[in-house]
């Protein structure tokens, strides 16, 4: 069936509905436009809510920061103070590694009173015990200890009052000039 308007063309409907259309139209952009700019106040909410955070761990982490760059300083004078003493231990000799390694070698019945640098690579030990064999025994591993190559026994002294042995010493260090 075929329909006729007979109608004036102001009161006519429009073929196509242009109000509707424009309506629709207008409420999808809407809804985009606010899509979009609500997802980017979520956006920019989530970021503040992160820097936020990372500033709030700063300031938590900032005495820690401090306190390490205070000790890195620290570390640094130290470095400064080693390389110091490594230039100086370079150039002489270590008592201490000396006085270990007789500590190691000696029996324990040996007690030294004295260690004196005499000349180049000599030392004067000056020490007492309770026996002479002790003494033999002592100057028997100094022998055959490669670190010292010469050894010799100054002096061997009985002391009446308090029963000990007093005992001098001379050993040449091996390959070190004191």
Not at 58 to 87: C, E, F, G, S
Not at 151 to 169: A, P, R, W
Request: charged share 15%; proline share 5%; hydrophobic share 40%.
């Amino acid at each position: 069936m075929v329909t006729i308007n007979l109608l004036p063309l102001a009161n006519r409907q429009a073929k196509y509905p242009v109000n509707q259309l424009l309506l629709f139209s207008t409420v999808l952009l809407l809804t985009i436009f606010s899509t979009i700019y609500s997802y980017s106040i979520y956006q920019v909410w989530t970021i503040e809510k992160q820097l936020q955070d990372i500033h709030n761990q700063y300031q938590l982490l900032q005495p820690t920061q401090l306190l390490m760059i205070r000790m890195i300083d620290q570390q640094q004078v130290l470095a400064k103070k080693n390389n110091i003493l490594t230039t100086v231990t370079k150039e002489r000799p270590s008592w201490y590694a000396i006085i270990k390694h007789l500590a190691t070698v000696i029996p324990p019945e040996i007690c030294f009173t004295e260690l004196i640098k005499s000349d180049k690579a000599t030392i004067k030990i000056k020490g007492w015990t309770t026996t002479h064999p002790t003494i033999g025994e002592c100057i028997q591993i100094l022998e055959q200890d490669p670190f010292f190559p010469e050894v010799s026994l100054k002096s061997i002294e009985n002391d009446t009052t308090s029963q000990i042995i007093k005992f001098e010493i001379m050993i040449k260090s091996k390959g070190l000039s004191l």
